[in-house]
């Protein structure tokens, strides 16, 4: 008859059989995985990719998790504000605004039997705020709409080609993604039956010092004054007025 101490022995033995011996091949064993998320702007989802392995975990706030990997080298992907999938870009369907998407991917070592790594979020669209003023005599309704060659984003938050046009909401703001630089960005300022006026808004935000390739991307803010004669392009830190030929 076993005493309460063979038990426990036996249970004991039982969970070691469980998990990796240390007689065994320790490659075959998993990586603890300890994953600490930093300044986390929302719900996120975090997806561990490894050849055939996949595995999706949510987090809602600053946290830290371990989690269970292959060891080797994975693919760390993390997101939050847009739905996305692991091994799939986001893109963006026209008509539609980007997400207010923020990414992280990363290739992380986990030949050890554990291993920790931090992970920070990067935002990657820029939300455009317009203050138009159009000239004395413009018929209603009229409203603004951004078009552009990005379609979409990777994991790494590249630029996707494809077709991007949105039009401005009644509070005049759009949700622009990153852009390629050397890609054109139109801003057009529409009546139902034509398009009044095209600006060249990439151009003129390149020209203000606005750094389409920064981890974070800024929000713009952007007064129009609009002429017969010229432009005038204003926002806190720059302005620009620009001639231009133009019958209204």
């Known amino acids: ?29 998993p990586c603890a995985l300890r994953i600490e998320l930093n300044a986390v702007p929302g719900p996120v989802s975090l997806w561990v990719v490894a050849g055939d392995f996949e595995a999706c975990y949510r987090a ?5 998790m371990v989690v269970q990997v292959p060891k080797g080298k994975i693919r760390l992907q993390a997101v939050s504000g847009a739905d ?5 870009n986001l893109r ?3 008509g539609f605004e980007c997400p207010p998407v923020y990414l992280h991917s990363s290739l992380v070592d986990t030949g050890q039997d554990s291993t920790s ?7 990657h669209f820029c ?16 409203w603004a709409e951004v078009r552009g060659n990005v379609g979409g984003l990777s994991w790494e938050g590249t630029p996707e080609d494809g077709t991007f046009s949105c039009r401005l909401d009644a509070g005049l703001s759009v949700r622009l993604p990153r852009q ?17 006026r095209s ?3 990439g151009s003129y935000m390149l020209q203000a010092g606005y750094d389409w390739r920064a981890p974070d991307l800024d929000d713009m803010p952007l007064e129009i004054r609009l002429s017969v004669t010229e432009i005038l392009l204003q926002s806190k830190m720059w302005s620009q007025v620009v001639p231009i030929n133009m019958d209204i």
Do not use: H, Q
């Not at 076993?2 to 320790?26: A, D, H, P, Q």
């Not at 809602?60 to 830290?64: A, E, G, L, P, Q």
């Not at 790594?117 to 935002?123: D, H, I």
């Not at 939300?127 to 009229?142: A, H, M």
């Open 1 to 29: 008859m076993f005493s309460k101490y063979s038990f426990i022995t036996l249970f004991l033995l039982g969970l070691s059989l469980l998990s990796c011996s240390v007689k065994e091949n320790r490659d075959l064993c």
């Open 60 to 64: 809602r706030k600053d946290t830290v």
């Open 84 to 88: 996305m999938e692991a091994r799939k």
């Open 92 to 94: 963006i369907p026209v």
């Open 117 to 123: 790594v931090s992970v920070s979020l990067n935002k």
């Open 127 to 142: 939300t455009l705020s317009l203050d138009f003023d159009g000239p004395p005599g413009w018929g209603e309704p009229y």
């Open 180 to 196: 390629d630089p050397e890609e054109e960005l139109w801003l057009d300022i529409t009546m139902p039956d034509r398009v009044v």
């Open 199 to 201: 600006f060249a808004l």
